[in-house]
């Protein structure tokens, strides 16, 4: 079998994530107390006890997700064999890049808590939204966001067939739910986030993250990373920089991107860290393949055999 690894994004955050790995698995527990020393507070315990409201703050649960998918990762070690390939889904992108060796994780942490800030306040200065648009195709989504004349929209997560989100600024992204229903879609949901997250909206949060990457060592992925703004592998530290920072301001082209490691082979996908978001995806990207999330103590014994 060809094994992957996938590593989730924002939105997979839950109270208690990563606790029951650390309790039980002292390379856990050590990636959490490395957390701790480099930010400089407690989010082990944010992670753990909440409350809610401040974990799923943008600045906080990018780091979280990032802390519990490198708890899994090391705990997973080498169990499952070697990857072909990383991947990750928006913020999970530097969690990949982790794994493929590209970043130290301390690096990486304050990277995506600092991604999380500016992302913050590029959606206070300009204030935009977000839509999940169901049963319209991928055509159909950028024909919507072409016919918007209230503002700006345009495709934002492209994650599996007939499931697309949308970015922009309010009046642009309500406009788009209108058309999206005249269009056909089974249904149009408004998510909750702060800010309209890869659209132009994010230009100034990209702008600030260059020049934080800029100061910190980008090594050549010791395996391939595929990105979610080229949906191509990364096999560069200098690309993989570029592309961290374009992918804030471009769509995550998820789908096409598990298509791409499925089309060489690959065959058996982990999603290490929060959730089963990924997995559940791989039902429509990857069908037929093996998907196992890898979160939670128990979720380990999937691999024995």
């Not at 109270?15 to 050590?30: C, F, H, N, R, V």
């Not at 409350?51 to 943008?58: G, I, K, M, R, Y």
């Not at 070697?82 to 990949?96: D, N, R």
Request: charged residues 20%; hydrophobic residues 45%; aromatic residues 4%.
């Amino acid at each position: 079998m060809t094994l992957a690894l996938l590593f989730p994004g924002q939105g997979s955050q839950y109270i208690g994530m990563a606790g029951a790995l650390a309790d039980k698995q002292s390379a856990a527990a050590e990636v959490l107390a490395r957390a701790d020393e480099t930010l400089g507070f407690s989010l082990s315990g944010l992670m753990r006890d909440g409350p809610e409201d401040a974990l799923t703050v943008t600045k906080n649960a990018q780091p979280a997700l990032l802390t519990h998918s490198v708890a899994a990762l090391r705990v997973l070690g080498d169990r499952a064999g070697t990857p072909a390939f990383a991947a990750g889904h928006s913020l999970g992108e530097f969690s990949a890049h982790v794994a493929a060796g590209t970043l130290s994780f301390e690096d990486a942490l304050r990277a995506v808590r600092l991604r999380g800030e500016l992302m913050f306040e590029a959606g206070q200065a300009r204030p935009g939204s977000m839509a999940a648009f169901l049963g319209l195709t991928d055509d159909d989504v950028r024909k919507v966001c072409a016919r918007v004349t209230a503002g700006i929209c345009v495709p934002a997560n492209f994650n599996s067939p007939g499931q697309v989100v949308v970015s922009g600024d309010i009046s642009g992204v309500e406009e788009a739910m209108s058309l999206a229903k005249e269009a056909g879609a089974k249904r149009s949901v408004q998510l909750k986030v702060s800010g309209a997250f890869h659209s132009p909206l994010m230009e100034p949060a990209a702008s600030g993250l260059r020049v934080f990457l800029e100061g910190i060592e980008f090594a050549d992925p010791k395996i391939p990373v595929v990105s979610n703004a080229a949906a191509r592998p990364v096999t560069t530290g200098t690309e993989a920089r570029e592309l961290l920072v374009r992918q804030l301001t471009s769509p995550v082209r998820w789908a096409e991107s598990i298509a791409l490691m499925t089309n060489a082979g690959a065959d058996r996908f982990l999603e290490v860290g929060a959730g089963k978001v990924l997995s559940t995806l791989n039902r429509r990207n990857a069908r037929g393949a093996s998907s196992i999330p890898l979160g939670e103590p128990d979720d380990f014994n999937a691999l024995e055999g």
